[in-house]
């Protein structure tokens, strides 16, 4: 295959019938590699070199081989599913200590999810927060994402 150098479509929205679907389960930090080099569930070699800041996304279609559509799934990772109680400024100390410690969190209607990890469990038990840990995929809405962001820029 050829190196994959832009998002062919979304599966949702493919006018074209596919013959079989090949997917690429990918984590989310792979999904917001713009570079990489991975594999589908049907063997195929996938070379990914899409432009800065592109992140796929679960039904991204990279490839179409012979009528056989190569698509991105997410991967299920390890995370955190925090479920805050309380008034709205609680969700937002949490964000704001999930963000000081530069930890990728995506909003879910009813939980801020984030990769588990030990350091991120001490913070919420210190804070007295309500939280179980999943293993699903680390999808949901993005804040933040920012290209080039240092703490000296205003």
Not at 81 to 110: C, K, M
Request: contains cysteine.
């Amino acid at each position: 295959m050829q190196v994959v150098t832009e998002i062919l479509g979304r599966l949702d929205d493919a006018k074209r019938p596919y013959k079989k679907i090949d997917k690429i389960f990918l984590s989310s930090e792979q999904r917001s590699s713009p570079h990489m080099v991975c594999y589908s569930s049907g063997g195929r070699t996938v070379k990914v070199s899409l432009a800065r800041g592109t992140e796929l996304n679960e039904g991204d279609i990279l490839g179409n081989d012979d009528g056989i559509a190569i698509v991105v799934s997410c991967a299920r990772e390890d995370l955190f599913i925090i479920t805050p109680r309380g008034a709205p400024v609680d969700w937002s100390a949490i964000g704001y200590q999930l963000g000081n410690l530069h930890r990728p969190v995506r909003f879910a209607e009813d939980a801020l999810l984030t990769p588990k990890d030990a350091m991120v469990a001490d913070l919420l038990d210190r804070m007295g927060v309500c939280y179980s840990e999943e293993k699903r995929s680390f999808i949901g809405k993005r804040y933040g994402s920012f290209t080039g962001h240092h703490h000296d820029e205003y």
